[in-house]
């Protein structure tokens, strides 16, 4: 299984200006690589790791107990409930927070449905089981009008494209339900009919685009980060910063619509992109983008 290369990692951590005493709070914890150097520019203070993902916390739990004078929370909560995890911990106000979105590369494998390399596993792609819809469930019970919306919003795909593919799974699915991943590759390629030589990224192009657009909806993904920001102010001391790493169009306009013109947040950093040197050790960086803003009460 792949590691998860933290992205922007350097970068983030500069930004949160950390505080020696101070309390952080990760609220993407994945493989950890964020939350541990936050913990090691910390040196004493309080950090709380937040996942979906129980798995990562298990993890994280298991490999942390030796951390001394830094009390660590890891706990198995959407970060939607942001302000409710933090009352619950017993913290009253932070003075960092994080966001790294999307997925990492231990999920991509692990998780039912999150990627087309898994032919046989289930369309599901929940990393929040407490949800109960799953890919299956949109590509079978949608109407064509809201397929064609899931895919323009979440993978810009449009056009001739959209309406063909929109179409595919219309006619596809009076013959048979989806319920593998190896029936949407089918169905793409059905679709598409890309030539595999020589039009093999495209392909992939295609591939990646409808497997996330199905993601980002079945895990209600640009609802929860809404959700988060509208948190931040209750949850957050005066001068605390937050920082938000995307991957995402959607992602991005969220975070503009929330903090641009906002006078209660300061920008300390916008679009900062990764460097060369980080592209060429993790090319799965090359969509990020971090922002960074300073609560200013
Ligand atoms: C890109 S990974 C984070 C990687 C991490 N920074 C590292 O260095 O290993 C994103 C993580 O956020 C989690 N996640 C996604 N949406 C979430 C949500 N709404 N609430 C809590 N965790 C979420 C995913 O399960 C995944 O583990």
Known sequence: MKKHIPVLKKESIEFLAIKEGGTYVD???????????????LKKGTLLALDIDSKHIEDFTKGTQEIKNVRIYARNANFSNLERVIEETGIEKVDGILFDLGW???????????????KDAELDMRLD??????????????????????????ADIRGSNLKKLVEGIKIERKRKL?????????LIDKTFRFDNAREKSKRMGMFSKVYQALRIAVNNEMYNLKLAFQDLQKVMNVNGRVCIITFHSGEEAILKSFFNGNSKFREIAKEVRPTVEELLENLSSRSAKLFCYEFIG
Not at 104 to 118: P, T, V, W
Not at 178 to 186: E, H
């Open 27 to 41: 609220c993407t914890l994945g493989e950890g690589g964020h939350s541990l150097a936050i913990v090691e520019q």
């Open 104 to 118: 990492s590369m231990d999920q991509l494998d692990r998780m039912e449905g999150l990627s087309y390399l898994n």
């Open 129 to 154: 089981m407490t949800y109960g819809i799953m890919a299956k469930d949109l590509l079978n019970g949608l109407g064509a009008k809201e397929l064609e919306k899931l895919f323009t919003e979440y």
């Open 178 to 186: 989806f319920t593998k991943v190896d029936d949407l590759n089918k």
